[in-house]
């Protein structure tokens, strides 16, 4: 396949020759990878993909996102972006998502761009990791994601649990009120996230927030790139 020429032959094949014997033996479904935008195989395997007619969403941070990136990425065949944002003031959003929000905005504005000039369908989205510090500042992302011009946004499970109070829920609740197609929050992120307040705070899961909404679907692959 021309898509996966692009980089070393020996370091492709480790990842995309399983993916192609999974689709072998289950068919072509979508397909998630997980990586920085900086990832030497990742345009190759996301080229690979689309080849293969499989429809490919990429799961990523803002930081090396740039216009340049995010052309190739719509060039190559990427479907969907998701980014994460977990608060819009820039201590916390560094805390917990490791860059700042001024980073994803500019990455989330390279996206839509790319996508504006190459007149593309590529889905931009933010997702929201449910951490104790950052649940009064859910209302506020779902605000600046619509601003900024995303297409959907989607609460995700923390990987560790947080401390838990009924003001959680009462704000869990809230944010179901935001319906499809712009909240894509997945059905069992929200009992996920009250059962990990059983654990006790702090305490870690098994499974990142990386295993919740497309990743808890056996109608997806899953690909994370380290």
């Known amino acids: 396949?021309?898509?996966?020429?692009?980089?070393?032959?020996?370091?492709?094949?480790?990842?995309?020759?399983?993916?192609?014997?999974?689709?072998?033996?289950?068919?072509?479904?979508?397909?998630?990878?997980?990586?920085?935008?900086?990832?030497?195989?990742l345009l190759g395997l996301v080229r690979f993909c689309h080849r293969l007619e499989a429809p490919t969403i990429l799961r990523t941070c803002g930081d090396g996102l740039s216009l340049r990136m995010a052309e190739e990425l719509v060039d190559a065949g990427a479907n969907e972006v998701w980014l994460r944002m977990a608060a819009t003031a820039d201590p916390l959003q560094?805390?917990?998502?490791?860059?700042?929000?001024?980073?994803?905005?500019?990455?989330?504005?390279?996206?839509l761009q790319a996508r504006r000039e190459r007149r593309m369908p590529l889905v931009v989205g933010l997702e929201l990791p449910f951490f104790l510090e950052s649940a009064r500042e859910m209302p506020?992302?779902?605000r600046e994601a619509r601003q900024w011009g995303v297409d959907r946004v989607r609460v995700v499970a923390p990987?560790?649990?947080?401390?838990?109070?009924?003001?959680?829920?009462?704000?869990?609740?809230?944010?179901?009120?935001?319906?499809?197609?712009?909240?894509?929050t997945h059905p069992s992120t929200a009992p996920t996230i009250r059962r990990m307040s059983d654990e006790g705070p702090g305490?870690?899961?098994?499974?990142?927030?990386?295993?919740?909404?497309?990743?808890?679907?056996?109608?997806?692959?899953v690909c994370r790139l380290l």
């Open 140 to 142: 506020g992302v779902f």
């Open 94 to 111: 560094q805390q917990l998502c490791g860059e700042s929000v001024e980073v994803t905005r500019e990455a989330v504005g390279a996206l």
């Open 159 to 184: 990987w560790k649990s947080p401390c838990w109070e009924d003001r959680h829920s009462v704000m869990l609740d809230l944010l179901s009120l935001e319906r499809p197609p712009f909240n894509m």
């Open 1 to 41: 396949e021309d898509g996966i020429r692009d980089y070393k032959v020996t370091g492709v094949q480790t990842c995309a020759l399983p993916i192609l014997s999974f689709y072998a033996w289950g068919g072509v479904m979508p397909t998630v990878l997980i990586a920085r935008p900086k990832t030497p195989l």
């Open 203 to 221: 305490a870690p899961r098994l499974r990142s927030e990386e295993h919740t909404s497309e990743l808890q679907s056996p109608c997806n692959l």
